[in-house]
């Protein structure tokens, strides 16, 4: 696999500095980069590296450039050209377009043109797949599922009855999309199954992180944005509606009938409760418990807190449970001592 | 599929007040529901909607009554009468009785009647599966398990050997129970694998969400009582018993050995300790540490603090890890003030 | 399956006092075992269960060694006796060693010795897997992924492309190995993809729990030490270092680039940030938010409250969020205090 830095720069509208003619031959760190290969900088700490890099090509912004002597790619977001430029180094837009023998498709299903479909998949009743899909081994699409155009499912991914999908969604490993949402009715003590007859719909450009599951809707359906990126482990409850280029962390869980907003960003391992709002653009810091709607757009917001040495953080601990009884404290000695005060002045 | 007003009314015990020869064509929100549809209403917030819902049938409660101008089926919890109706239009009772050839059974198994059985399913030796269950595709049950009457396990289970399983039992896609427990000694700076020798007992009527994971005992059982509903992404340590009808909400930990009572409500994205207590009916709100056991029965419980703008939080947390202190001076100040009061009394 | 007491006091360097040709069938707790038996003692509250336990062999250290009237193990650590027995007892070594016929291996693949394949296994192109490993139901190994002698992946496991894994590891159901970190880069309001182009290494004696997912690096490689341990539901960033001897508890997340030390212990539930390092034996208490590098080697850390009745917390959790204003109440009253006394000793 390789890459011209002239269709880089073209690509991503950045101007080469030096060789035009370099092919790309791999990404690295600077102080890793072998000759052929290019190398970025984000973090400020590591542009000493950049004086003695083997790389061919450092992506830098003008400020950065005189930190390398080789060729530069100059662009204001050197992150942004080493997306671009990965995505010719990965394997996946490779998949061999063929269909394995063992994967086993309802005839009523409709397939697009120069697909790749691996092993064991199975593929439901009147599902359909747009072209160009990539299908992983194990996987399983139930019946009346859609996918658009250029969107690949990794291997051991369920997509349930009725899941849509748009155009170039990425859904990695062992994601469930479209089981079962959470919903019994108490009834003589005991628990009365609701079953769960809306479904899942994804926007285009969706990315799903491994064994992530995101529930069909009780009535109606979960709603997964345009643009929206989600990584591993992350649990989203039924009806959730989620806004277009939001992201979510690993391992966050959002209850069901929560609607966030569009550009949010929520850290990992957050616990955010059903049926509230979370504004456009807002940020939740990681393992926060949002047990409120948050109406600010593009604040940023948090819970918990900081970590200590457990025997500095067992003493404070305790005075947490006493908390409410020193804020009495404080008062009251507040009160008493203006009344001295006051006593004094009278004096 | 549809279901007749007059059998709902039958099945629930409640009361029809106008047209007894309806036919539900399915269920919807108020403000969604056309003609045909039933809703209901469990939050009082949407109760403006029902003057002007289509529905051809409400439930409601007889204080609400007057709200609806259509037929309303009277009933004092509506929402257990959409769980009972939503039964109805559930595709999964119609799953198609047959065995996909592709299904892998061992000999040794022994399989009830009108089973359900999809493709690629591999059934171990010995495993015995009751009448009318469903069982979906890519799913392993291994070597000894045994599956009650009318049990639906969905696509890309994992029962591990000797797992047991009640009646009438749900397991969602992902979900993996009796893999082995965590266990390990300690031993010259390593860690010896300690074998899991026990297995994992469901009773009847457990629901088991997407992803979850329930572990097979070190020695004895992990024990799932009747009537338990677990959500997603939930983990239960080896040898730990959760009492008849509680539920627990998605991504809750539990560590091994810990004995949960019956009914209690476990929030989501709590983390539970080891070999701790919990009392029936006790409720552990979302996203607590349960580090000790929980004694009081139908007590609710919570650890953690609230949420807020990320400004505010840094000035409390820098003041929590400064607590003990606080609560020192205070207590100094109140003693220096006790006796500068004193000292003006004896003046 | 059995075990004579003589090989298990040689493997584990213990003393017998009694009679040494028993052989032990079975493994259980003092008050459930049976005659045939070995029980153990780990939590001194269960030492009143020796005296009437039924089981023919106790393993004890010398100071409880008065306590049981049948033959003993001596030992200084039971616990670690108990872990070499239970091995005797597994069925995992005795899983038949043949390679199903529905197994898909591509023909480019190098196959150790005495393996054991299950059904719908698929294996991709130029994988090496070393000898005597057993490879459950379901299990994909993608192209180039190299596994090492005594290797167990249990059903339902995927090992992405390039990912590489020492001898004597076991991976459990649902664990998902090399798929893509979590990398976008922000353009125009949206999010670029970014390929993940490095893999996961593992050394020798890893274990890797149910529904695991460990990340494959952006560049370079993820790395999971020799011996180390790893729960179920537990998450592991892209380019995340985990050294040697390192046990980590179910549901934990680590965030992309962080480093951890040789012997930690990290609790269930916890949230690790990004890029920060953990020095050498640290333990993190469970669900713990580490938000800074820990640097103090053996040391203990917690955050977070502690548990209290719901009534209770919800005074103090206000509370809490009035600390900064009850710090400066505290201050000012400590400077008026002292102000009336000053003025009192002029007097």
Redesign the interface.
Known sequence: MSLSLLELAHLTGGEIRGDDTIILT????PN?AIMGEMCFITDPKRIPELADSKASVAVLPEKLANHFKGTILLHE?P??V???A??F????PNALRKI?P?A?IDSSATLGNNLSI???V?IGAEVVIGDHCVI???T?I?DHCQLGEHCIL???V?L??GTQMGMNG?I???A?IG??G??????N?????????GSVWMGD?V?I???T?I?RA???VTHIGH?V?I???V?I?HGVHIGD?T?I???T?I?GGTLLGE?CKIG??C?I?GHITLANRVTV????????S?K?EG??????????????????????????D??R??KD??K??IQ??N??DKD
């Not at 180094?89 to 996946?92: A, E, G």
């Not at 918990?304 to 305790?318: L, Q």
């Open positions: 791999g990404i690295a760190a890793k977001n992150y942004y080493y997306a671009k990965s995505q180094f990965s394997p996946y394995h063992s086993m691996a092993a064991n199975v992983g081994a194990n399983v139930d990794r291997s051991h369920v349930h009855t990425r990695h490993s062992g469930i089981d079962d959470f919903g019994f009715a108490p009834h003590k005991k628990w009365e199954r609701i079953e769960q007859l450009n990315d992180g491994t064994n599951t529930d009780a009535l109606g643009g990126k990584d591993n482990q649990q409850g280029n992201v962390a690993a391992c869980a209850a550009g990992g391992a616990g409760s810091m990681g393992m926060t418990r949002v047990i409120r948050l600010t604040e940023v917001y948090m819970s918990g807190t900081g970590i200590s040495k457990v025997s500095v953080w067992r003493r404070n601990a305790i005075r947490f449970s006493q908390l409410n020193m804020s404290t404080l000695l507040q008493r001592l001295l005060v006593d004094k």
